[in-house]
């Protein structure tokens, strides 16, 4: 379309000019968002309360108060990341010294969902704009408010030849994927995910894949109830559970199957209220079809707790499902609702052959007191990202590099990660001048004997 290609090319003329390569642009550039942010708080708040009910203290946590940690962390250490590294130097490139620089791509596409809609959208714009970049940000169609809201405050901090929000659903995306960026930073479901990939190869444009899938929490014998219990209904209820890395489903030792449910029931109840459907502060689901779709689980298995739903405002209440197998409809693909199946085990070999037999999970889970099966665990399941005795909590620290492996995604953002992401690494080599060294040279005497010495 005429009007992206322009943005576009708008975009890569304003690159040229060197000036979102110079530090001080970059910080000031980062300080103005966190500013623009910290002055627009409630507006966010209200509109992720429209969008998706999300509570206060849901969205300052899980996004707003996100996103300023975020922008301090990168604020404070931006300069050193910027730097030239000096890297070693082998023997035989005597003389010489050698760098790494860290240059920035060019023109990023940002492309966004909408469950953590800002997080989602503002985090990878943090690294893109630290490292040099300008950006087109595309958020997602299913959270209106917050998208509107999000073009305003980036229209009214900087020029759209530097950074731009563009809105609009699937036909307004594949449009931005025809265009030639320099960058490609998706997030969402693994099948768009493909169109993306599929996209940015017939440009060889470079890409980050932030996906999704089924992610795994195992309660073992051993594990502490009480807070695994707190920890996991945390991290699957937040967001209504519409968060890539909660866990999907939970594998529970036979032997501590029933005092864990009753405990999880509890601190459900701790949590959401007893009656979590009037809970005013309990997110609702994005739209119609996401809650049909869920909807639709809520006959597998037996229910333990919950079950009940909210058609008018799109509430379904926290639900555990019980008696639950791989061939139940609801272990096909990942839930992304506030709807947790309930599988058991004896043999921890088991869980592990199973989680083997599906994709490589974004996020895993392990509650249990014994190193040795932590140890074990780890080595053996190939994961994104995750907790030993924790759920979802390895997402807020900037020192983490988030991404998934497989089908849950290719690359890492966060942090430094964020800044390395955005960031082509140029490697270069400064020769001496002083002498030249003649081993390398064709017609040298005895030339390839004294390589063969060097080079073994
Ligand atoms: P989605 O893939 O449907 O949409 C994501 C973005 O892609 C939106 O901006 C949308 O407009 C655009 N899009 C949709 N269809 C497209 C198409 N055919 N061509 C080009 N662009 C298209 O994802 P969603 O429903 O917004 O988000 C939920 C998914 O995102 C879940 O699978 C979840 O696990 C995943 N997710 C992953 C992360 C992560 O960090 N790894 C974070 C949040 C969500």
Known sequence: MEKYHSLVNKQKEFFRTEQT??????????????????FKEKELMAALREDLNKSDFEAYTTEIGFVLAELRFTINNLRSWAKPKKVKTPKTHFGSTSYVYSEPYGTALIIAPWNYPIQLAIG???????AGNCAVIKPSELTPKTSELLEELISELFPEHYISVVQGGVEAS???????????FFTGSVAVGRIVMEAAAKKLTPVTLELGGK?????????????????????????????????????LHKSIKDRFLAQFKQEIAELYGKQPLENPNFTRIVNRSHFDRLRSYLNNGETFL?????????????????????EDPIMEDEIFGPIFPVLEYDNLSDVVEAIHRQPKPLAFYIFSESKSIQDKILNNVSFGGGCVNDTIYHVASPHLPFGGVGNSGIGAYHGKSSFDTFSHKKSVLKQTTRFDIPVRYPNIKNGLNIIKKVLK
Request: charged share 25%.
């Open 21 to 38: 390569k110079d530090i001080n642009f970059r910080i000031t550039s980062l300080q103005k968002l966190r500013d623009a942010i910290r």
């Open 124 to 130: 990878p714009l943090i690294g893109a704009i630290a």
């Open 174 to 184: 594949q449009a931005l994927l025809n265009e030639k960026f320099d960058y490609i």
């Open 215 to 251: 992610s795994p929490c195992i309660v073992h014998k051993d594990a502490k109830i009480k807070l695994a219990a707190k920890r996991i209904a945390w991290g699957k209820f937040t967001n209504a559970g519409q968060t890539c890395i909660a866990p999907d489903y939970l594998y």
């Open 306 to 326: 919950g079950g009940k739903t909210e058609s008018e405002k799109l509430i379904i209440e926290p639900t555990i499902l019980t008696n639950i197998s791989w």
